[in-house]
């Protein structure tokens, strides 16, 4: 399927906060199904589209766990990053408390340009709530965080959540702020490189010279040969 502009998002938080849940449910998937092998291992990515103004907009989402045991950050892995949802369970504490760390391990404040949204999952559970809105609303806005309550269960705000991250990203775009890589449509348009790249300019007479003495190698014994005898 043709798009405008290919995202990567990534979706951060502490053990069972939901971020599966909330992938499954923008995906118009059942929440609460058995888990595959890759969703447990947390390989692989979702895919999903979103459209914003008129922008078709492919979301390549990762849910990442486990994050204090790798400075995953400046690996490739965030290459092409646009977009981090940190998502905590508004009825236990200790993930909201852990939403610092995980800004910091994935570059904020350094990073100006990638859209950091706070979003804090089962807020139908009002019963059980530990963290009350008005709380993440300001912790959010000291932080230059977007903020939003969600719930994977009956999709609340999920879509809300996806959408309002890309459009934040994809406006940074629209002022020049965030560079991004075209994508395959766009890509196909860009004419053919016509310089040869320093690469091209050794490597193929190097090859070249190589093959030509491989090449007189034999035309080489035969002469000494005669030379000699
Ligand atoms: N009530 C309620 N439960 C939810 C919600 N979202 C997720 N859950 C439940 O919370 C548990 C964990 O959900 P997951 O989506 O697997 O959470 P996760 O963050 O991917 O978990 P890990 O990969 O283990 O860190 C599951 O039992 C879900 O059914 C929600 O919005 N409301
Ligand atoms: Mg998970």
Redesign the pocket.
């Known amino acids: 399927m043709e798009y405008d502009y290919l995202f990567k998002l990534f979706v951060v938080?502490g053990?069972?906060?939901?971020?599966?849940?909330l992938i499954r449910s923008l995906k118009g998937n059942i929440?609460?199904e058995e888990k595959t092998l890759a969703e447990i291992l947390g390989l692989g990515f979702h895919l999903s589209m979103v459209n914003i103004e008129g922008k078709a907009i492919k979301l390549r989402i990762f849910?990442i766990?486990g994050l204090d045991r790798f400075s995953w950050f400046h690996s490739s892995y965030s290459k092409g990053l646009v977009g981090v949802l940190l998502v905590y369970d508004i009825t236990r504490r200790e993930t909201f408390n852990h939403i610092p760390t995980l800004m910091k391990v994935t570059g904020h404040p350094d990073h100006p340009n990638i859209t950091y949204m706070l979003v804090g999952?089962?807020c139908?559970?009002e019963n059980e709530r530990a963290v009350s809105k008005e709380e993440a609303e300001q912790f959010a806005q000291q932080n230059g965080l977007l903020f939003v309550e969600t719930?994977?269960?009956t999709s609340l705000n999920v879509e809300e959540a996806f959408k309002r991250t890309a459009a934040n990203a994809l406006k940074k775009i629209q002022d020049g702020l965030l560079i991004h890589a075209p994508s395959k449509a766009q890509q196909r348009r860009r004419p053919p490189q016509q310089n040869p790249s320093p690469f091209h300019i050794f490597v193929y007479p190097l090859s070249f010279l190589l093959l030509l003495l491989l090449f007189l190698l034999p035309f080489s014994f035969s002469f000494t040969s005669v030379f000699l005898s």
């Open positions: 938080g053990g069972g906060v939901g971020k599966l849940g929440f609460d849910s766990g999952n089962k139908e559970l719930s994977a269960a």
